[in-house]
């Protein structure tokens, strides 16, 4: 297994409440330019949904394992060793997605310990990725998560 440094988590910047699936963030990032991104790979590991699942979406196995370089999005300069979980939506995430980052980052820490945990804003200040403050989010997760909780999932009619 490649070593691993940091978990890193970030945000789709999709509208808050709004579905879309990994499948979705896959076609953004390695669909042909202009209609995606035209990158080789998607820019996560993991993608969380609204409804808690946590698709993977470049492999972590040592066998099919992308070189972190070729990663084009995550974190610039902190690739290499990083694994990138992101939640769709923006700052506001259901209750099934804050379940799911926590089992998902204590699954990660226990597959790569020593693994420290960062939002993506803390390597580029610029981003406001993910929106909300994960150090924060490590010492009160309670208080986060209700500052940030979306009650309601838009549906399509
Ligand atoms: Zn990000």
Same mark, same amino acid.
């Given at each position: ?61 040592? +066998? ?5 370089? &070729?990663? /084009? ?7 290499? %060793? @990083? *694994? ?48 909300? +403050? ?5 010492? &009160?997760? /309670? ?7 979306? %009650? @309601? *999932?838009?549906?399509?009619?």
């Amino acid at each position: 297994m490649r070593e691993i440094n940091r978990i890193i988590v970030h945000c789709a910047a999709t509208p808050n409440g709004q579905v879309f699936t990994a499948e979705d963030v896959l076609h953004w990032h390695t669909d042909p330019k202009p209609r995606g991104r035209g990158w080789k790979h998607a820019g996560y590991h993991f993608v969380i949904e609204l409804d808690g699942k946590a698709s993977p979406l470049v492999a972590l196995d040592d +066998d099919r394992f992308i070189e972190p370089w &070729e990663i /084009a999005n995550g974190a610039k300069g902190y690739n290499q %060793d @990083s *694994v990138h979980v992101c939640l769709i939506g923006t700052d506001r995430f259901t209750e099934a997605q804050w379940d799911t980052l926590h089992r998902l980052v204590a699954d990660l820490g226990l597959r790569f310990p020593g693994a420290t945990v960062h939002g993506h804003r803390e390597f580029n200040p610029h981003k406001i990725c993910p929106g909300f +403050d994960v150090s924060l989010w490590l010492t &009160e997760p /309670a208080r986060i998560e209700r500052e940030h909780l979306l %009650d @309601s *999932v838009e549906d399509d009619g």
